[in-house]
């Protein structure tokens, strides 16, 4: 394989991708947080503004867990990981205090309940 360099900043927060959905009753937000603990994931709401941040670690191989200190070499890496942050602004008729969260299949699902 040919030798390619790769930049990661480490205090660069990633953002995670969002779908947005509504139906009569409801807004939900999904968010792509494949391989990410639901511990790690801190859902806050502050004025209009629902703030997802967390920290994804980088993936290994079952066999590197077993053998830290064997050298690996990597050839490209495209998944991010370290701190994420993500900003959704709301709609003003959020139902505030009937948000909840879910954490399924590397997917966060935000329930917005409308007023």
Not at 2 to 23: D, H, I, Q, T
Not at 32 to 54: F, H, Y
């Amino acid at each position: 394989m040919a030798k390619s360099y790769f930049s990661y900043v480490p205090n660069e927060a990633w953002r995670p991708n969002v779908n947005l959905y509504e139906n009569d009753t409801t807004y939900l937000v999904c968010v792509d947080l494949a391989g990410v603990n639901k511990e790690e994931i801190d859902v806050v709401v502050e004025a209009q503004t629902l703030r997802i941040r967390g920290t994804r670690e980088v993936p290994t191989p079952d066999a590197l867990a077993e053998q830290q200190k064997q050298r690996i070499r990597i050839h490209l890496m495209e998944i991010d990981h370290g701190t994420f942050s993500r900003e959704v602004e709301l709609p003003a008729d959020v139902e505030k205090s009937k948000i909840a969260a879910r954490h399924r299949n590397g997917m966060l699902w935000i329930e917005l309940p409308k007023k």
